[in-house]
């Protein structure tokens, strides 16, 4: 029995891991991600994944940024345990990948899931 639980137990972890990797639906209706600031700034859609390269330009405060893609700027978030193990500055370029966070009464910002230096 403890080899069938085992087996079961690895089968569910494989299928649990491997099918979120892959899961995004990206047909009709679907939102594209925006790669470029202007874009977000002139249609901002809550939750919407983005996927942007350019630099942090200045520190707002503990984990507020403002980044630009070297035409545009907007507020990003960025949680002190995501921040690559790397000095960044205003001239390190990076890609960040996250979603707009984007509210009637807000400043529109984008909540970074991710960051890296390139």
Not at 43 to 58: C, F, I, M, R, S
């Amino acid at each position: 029995m403890n080899k069938t639980l085992s087996a079961f137990l690895a089968a569910s972890t494989i299928a649990l891991t491997t099918g979120n990797a892959f899961a995004e639906y990206t047909g009709p209706g679907s939102t594209p991600k925006a790669s470029d600031v202007a874009s977000i700034n002139a249609n901002p859609v809550d939750d919407a994944q983005v996927e942007l390269t350019g630099y942090l330009t200045k520190k707002i405060d503990k984990e507020t940024y403002l980044f630009s893609d070297g035409k545009d700027s907007i507020q990003v978030e960025i949680d002190s345990e995501d921040l690559p193990p790397v000095t960044i500055n205003e001239k390190t370029q990076v890609k960040i990948f996250g979603e707009v966070e984007a509210g009637a009464f807000e400043t529109t910002e984008i909540e970074v899931e991710k960051i890296s230096v390139i």
